[in-house]
């Protein structure tokens, strides 16, 4: 019972800090606002968490942890190189929206570097494979994978960055949606015709790029017109 009682106060800690970190960023968090908004004492908080550098690495660990699901669901599928890096962004971009650890491990990560929990090291490998895959194809290479890689990184990375907070006029804006129409944008520029790979899905339908992320997989990038 004690142990049971001691894991549901881990996790409405680790809850409470992640949308404290999400909202205010490192500097901006405090250990008594957490503990506040967690409905616990400071010093229980303290028993789980010594210091906030400690409970942002655990936050930062959460935020990760569902980011690794989500790549390892997309590079077990059978796509294109490029159709995979494209659903792989917008998949990000509805987690950051659905997630306050993943927000949260996002922007600590650009606030205070830390190898052990990087939040970018997490996605851009598979990137950088899938597009260094295209570099050797005998069909239908990229001109540029490195140009392309680097676009993928600066939509995720700028679109996290410029999410607005939960509770401004803009959080109903469907960023997930909007990022597939740039790429739609980009596409015919970047790849060649002929090739038909990576479209998003056309803007006359909701595109939904992963399902709830405890139990489903990220939807294919069509080529539909």
């Known amino acids: 019972m004690k142990q049971e009682r001691a894991s549901r106060t881990r996790r409405a800690l680790l809850t409470a800090a992640a949308e404290e970190f999400d909202r205010r960023g490192y500097a901006g968090a405090s250990l008594v606002g ?126 996290e960055a410029t999410l607005p907070q939960r509770d401004s006029p803009d959080s109903e804006r469907d960023n997930s949606a909007l990022l597939a129409r740039v790429w739609r944008q980009i596409l015919p520029q970047a790849i060649p015709v002929e090739c038909g790979e990576g479209r998003p899905p056309p803007s006359d339908r909701p595109h939904t790029a992963l399902h709830p992320p405890s139990t489903g997989t990220p939807a294919p990038v069509t080529n539909e017109e």
């Open 34 to 159: 957490i503990a506040r908004a967690a409905g616990i004492s400071l010093g229980a908080l303290t028993f789980h968490f010594s210091s906030k550098q400690e409970l942002s690495a655990a936050v930062r660990e959460q935020g990760c942890d569902a980011t690794r699901a989500l790549v390892a669901r997309t590079g077990a599928r059978p796509d294109p190189p490029v159709q995979s890096v494209v659903s792989l962004t917008l998949g990000l971009v509805e987690l950051l929206e659905k997630d306050a650890s993943v927000r949260a491990a996002a922007r600590l990560d650009r606030e205070t570097a830390d190898a052990r929990h990087s939040w970018r090291g997490v996605w851009t490998p598979l990137i950088h494979e899938r597009l260094r895959a295209t570099a050797d194809a005998e069909m239908c290479p990229v001109p540029d994978s490195t140009a392309v890689a680097a676009l993928a990184e600066l939509l995720v990375c700028g679109t």
